[in-house]
């Protein structure tokens, strides 16, 4: 006949043997908890170092500025797990290879590895605080990158800064490459763009300035077509030159500059100075001895040139 053991004798599950020995062992560490409470206070903690041990079954030991602000906090759990923080971010502690405080040496080996730990200053500069304290560092979609953090000290920080740095005083590399912003930003407050743009629709202006802008728009715009009218009518006159002028040889000019010369003495004992006469004898005598590019006609010459057109274009022609 098979034995069959009754239900109510059978083993207890492994799930329910892992269990209990959770709960034993957590048993233990707050035992263990208490046990190092009582001994650390009878103890001299590092200096600045105190402990804080409000929470039940908990330790806390936070380091203090000589201004009174928390710098550090190394705070051991029920189960003796560790973390420390650096106002308020959570921080690597290299040098202990223990996940779990064993004894009291742990701790102060803690404590010892956190003095030596190297923090990144941030930026601050006194130029970049007050630009933090009137404004957020959002990127391009509108999230917040960096802010001002004012413990232990007042510095701006990049939401992505590592805390710990390998050296004294050296920044890490997000707020290292954040500084360039800073400065960029700096540079826009402390020197601002011109207001008076070149293209400020006039709409948005007051009469007075919409009358002054209008004027000078006005005036340069007349200059311009006053510039392109002149070009124009130069253009004109010299076709017009190239195509109606008669062209001599070279001996019938030079006779006709031989014989100017031999009755100029005789024209200007004729003429006084300040006469018309002379003065139209002496711009023609010019014209036919100097090159053509270099001349410059006398201004009476041109209004009487411009007078007789206006009388008479085949007479003015006709010459
Ligand atoms: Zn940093």
Redesign the pocket.
């Known amino acids: 006949m098979q034995y069959r053991m009754p239900r109510k004798f059978s083993l207890c599950s492994k799930k329910h043997f892992k269990q209990s020995q959770k709960e034993v062992s957590l048993r233990l560490s707050i035992k263990k908890i208490h046990y190092l409470k009582i001994k650390i206070q009878q103890q001299q903690l590092p200096q600045q170092w105190v402990s804080l041990f409000t929470a039940k079954n908990i330790l806390k030991f936070c380091k203090i500025t000589e201004d009174d602000k928390v710098s550090y906090c190394f705070t051991v759990h029920e189960d003796l797990s560790f973390y420390v923080t650096y106002c308020s971010n959570r921080i690597e502690v290299n040098g202990i290879e223990d996940e779990k405080i064993a004894n009291i040496e742990t701790i102060f080996d803690v404590i010892n590895e956190v003095d030596k730990i190297h923090i990144?200053p941030?930026n601050n500069d006194d130029k970049f605080i007050y630009l933090a304290e009137n404004r957020k560092f959002l990127n391009i979609e509108g999230v917040p990158i960096a802010s001002l953090q004012t413990i232990p000290t007042k510095t701006i920080?990049?939401h992505n800064?590592?805390?710990v740095?390998s050296s004294p005083d050296k920044?890490?590399i997000?707020?290292n490459n954040f500084r360039k912003t800073l400065f960029a930003l700096h540079h826009k407050v402390k020197y601002p763009k011109s207001t008076n743009k070149t293209f400020t629709s006039h709409r948005f202006l007051i009469d007075t300035k919409k009358n002054q802008f209008l004027r000078a728009f006005f005036r340069k715009e007349n200059r311009f077509v006053k510039k392109g009218i002149a070009d124009m009518k130069l253009e004109k006159f010299d076709s017009y030159a190239e195509t109606n002028s008669i062209a001599v040889d070279e001996s019938t000019a030079s006779d006709m500059i031989k014989i100017m010369n031999e009755h100029n003495a005789q024209i200007s004992a004729t003429y006084s100075e300040n006469s018309f006469q002379k003065l139209f004898w002496d711009s023609q005598l010019k014209a036919v001895t100097t090159p053509k590019k270099s001349i410059r006609w006398h201004p009476s010459i041109i209004k009487w040139c411009i007078y007789l057109r206006n009388k008479s274009s085949s007479a003015y022609e006709s010459l």
């Open positions: 990144c941030g920080r990049h800064c590592t805390i740095t920044r890490c997000t707020c």
